[in-house]
């Protein structure tokens, strides 16, 4: 049930997770097709942890089961990590509808907006996301966010990264400004890593429980 499956995304957040994880996914994959006999919170759990593990495609499955007829609501509260993890096709309103569905907290609100606009995905631009982000205490210094920005805009590959790499510190992901994660993101995707920003769209999402 849900509290097993909330139970498996705890356990993947240790530090031995890896050693587990292979016995994990598999349980996993066993059960994505009992998901939609289930409650759709149920698949919710199932897709997160999936994405905890890494594995996109599994998670899509656990998704296909969150968006059966009659799972609405889980599956718009599930919508900013779905479209992250590639599971759904995002349209100009999935934004504005999930947080006006879901009343989302001013931090996930930014999270999901800085993330999604380093992806480049619509419903959110990049202006938007930002103000969001600065709303928030402490972000990183314009000026320095700028010249990220100008170096991936100009292909100054090792510039850019270095830029990024500077601005982050050595603590907690899950306390990494979201401004400076949309950054990470807009910088691996502008320098042709897509998949790795996606990535890690994916994995701080997570961290910061979005």
Known sequence: DTAVLAAV????????????????????RKLAPLAAQGSAPVAVAGMRAMLHLGDFAGARRWHAAISREGSGDAALRALPLAILAGAVDPDATWYDRWTAATSRPATER????????GLGLPGVSAADAGRLAAALADPPPAHRLAAAREA????????????????????????????????????????????????????YALAAGL
Do not use: C, K, W
């Open 9 to 28: 995304v705890q356990l993947l957040s240790r530090p031995d997770a890896p050693a587990a994880g292979g016995a994990i996914r598999a349980g996993l």
């Open 152 to 203: 991936v805009a100009a292909g100054r590959i090792a510039e850019a990264l270095g830029l990024v790499l500077a601005l982050a510190d050595d603590g907690p992901l899950a306390e990494m400004h979201p401004v400076l994660a949309g950054l990470i993101v807009e910088t691996l995707r502008g320098v042709g890593l897509v998949e790795p920003a996606r990535a890690f769209a994916v994995e």
């Open 110 to 117: 930014a999270i999901a907006a800085s993330l999604a606009a």
